[in-house]
T-cell receptor
Framework: ETGVTQTPRHLVMGMTNKKSLKCEQH?????MYWYKQSAKKPLELMFV???????ENNSVPSRFSPECPNSSHLFLHLHTLQPEDSALYLC??????????????FGPGTRLTVT | KQEVTQIPAALSVPEGENLVLNCSFT??????LQWFRQDPGKGLTSLLL?????REQTSGRLNASLDKSSGRSTLYIAASQPGDSATYLC?????????????FGGGTRLMVKP
């Protein structure tokens, strides 16, 4: 257990559905991240939140909409997805403080299949 | 733009062998480098983190080294076991002022045969 949980662990959705992925960290960290891991491609950063404010949006299509209501919770709202969005979506957190290690801790991921 | 490469992409060894996984990066202006382990379909487990000012870190049978000037890191696994079979990923974080995003390599898929 890394202290980062994700739900659901598996999700199958149609292209017209709307769903949300949830991430919760129990580590007291102040930064949270969404990553996408597709088959045969390196992990790609999607979004970064520092102190609940979005600081990175790595050219992600608008059909992915992040939400960070507090420093412990992060959501990824999905709508009108494409089959190529099928991937493992990973959430991570870290403590961002001057001089710190900035080690990132990852959740178990949500395996998303878009049909 | 930072690029991270891991060689080899896949490796199969008999149990008990010592092995080295390689990670190279193009921009030496890094804050730290992390090595992760990923089991199939699962999340990432952090193994070792090396700060840019450090040369190596050790945890049990694992030793990670960093040569920042040449853009290289190695992960040494001693006396490999079947339970070490997994994908190993390295990731670099840019210097403080460049944000807190990690750039990942493509990973090395390790199989340790009994």
């Amino acid at each position: 257990e890394t202290g980062v949980t994700q739900t659901p662990r598996h999700l199958v959705m149609g292209m017209t559905n709307k769903k949300s992925l949830k991430c919760e960290q129990h580590l007291g960290h102040n930064a949270m991240y969404w990553y996408k891991q597709s088959a045969k491609k390196p992990l790609e950063l999607m979004f970064v939140y520092n102190f609940k404010e979005q600081t990175e949006n790595n050219s992600v299509p608008s059909r992915f909409s992040p939400e960070c209501p507090n420093s412990s919770h992060l959501f990824l709202h999905l709508h009108t997805l494409q089959p190529e969005d099928s991937a493992l979506y990973l959430c991570a957190s870290s403590q961002e403080a001057a001089g710190g290690l900035y080690e990132q801790y990852f959740g178990p991921g949500t395996r998303l299949t878009v049909t | 733009k930072q690029e991270v490469t891991q060689i080899p992409a896949a490796l199969s060894v008999p149990e008990g062998e010592n092995l080295v996984l390689n990670c190279s990066f193009t921009d030496s202006a890094i804050y730290n480098l992390q090595w992760f382990r990923q089991d199939p379909g699962k999340g990432l487990t952090s193994l070792l983190l090396i700060q840019s000012s450090q040369r190596e870190q050790t945890s049990g049978r694992l030793n990670a080294s960093l040569d920042k000037s040449s853009g290289r890191s190695t992960l040494y696994i001693a006396a490999s076991q079947p339970g070490d079979s997994a994908t190993y990923l390295c990731a670099v974080r840019p210097n403080n002022n460049a944000g807190n995003m990690l750039t990942f390599g493509g990973g090395t898929r390790l199989m340790v045969k009994p």
